[in-house]
């Protein structure tokens, strides 16, 4: 994942990164929601601080002997805004997150840009290239048959002996 200051600092390298990849991305939706998700965390802090400092007036008045149930009305009501801007951020938080992981990250300066496989370019060729007289098994397939990937019956038990 792509650190969200480089998101906000750097755009134009992001647009160029995502360019070289032929990855098509709101970037202008994803910045929107970066920015209200921001927004609404300062919100959340002020509000908990206005809460905490409310809430140290009222015990201190308790002590004087004072009731001060105006101020236990507001600190409620303080309570109710700062449950509605954490469920903001919630929902803010996921939809970032979801735009943020299926960002691509930015590639090297190295990196040849190409859009497909026949862009690619060999760097180091090792051995050589065997050559069968059967067609090979994918490498799922094979696990399967040793047992050592999980077959979808294995996916609904738990490996690990039982605690109880």
Not at 18 to 30: A, N, P, V
Not at 34 to 63: P, T, Y
Not at 112 to 126: A, L, M, R
Request: glycine share 4%.
């Amino acid at each position: 994942m792509i650190d969200p200051r480089i998101i906000r600092e750097k755009t134009e390298i992001v647009y160029e990164s995502l360019e070289k990849r032929g990855f098509s991305f709101d970037m202008e939706t994803l910045l929107k929601v970066d920015e209200n998700r921001r927004r609404l965390i300062q919100e959340s802090e002020k509000m908990k601080n206005i809460r905490n400092e409310l809430s140290n007036e009222i015990a201190r008045l308790k002590k004087t002997g004072s009731h001060p149930q105006d101020k236990i009305e507001h600190l409620r009501g303080i309570g109710k805004q700062i449950e509605d801007i954490e469920q903001q951020l919630k929902t803010t938080e996921n939809e970032w997150n979801n735009l943020v992981l299926i960002m691509p990250n930015i590639p090297h300066d190295s990196v040849p840009v190409g859009h497909n496989e026949e862009n690619n370019q060999i760097v180091k060729f090792w051995g050589e290239k065997p050559a069968f007289d059967f067609q090979p098994k994918a490498h799922w397939d094979i696990g399967c048959l040793l047992y050592t990937s999980p077959s979808p019956r294995d996916r609904t038990r738990s490996r690990m002996p039982s605690s109880a």
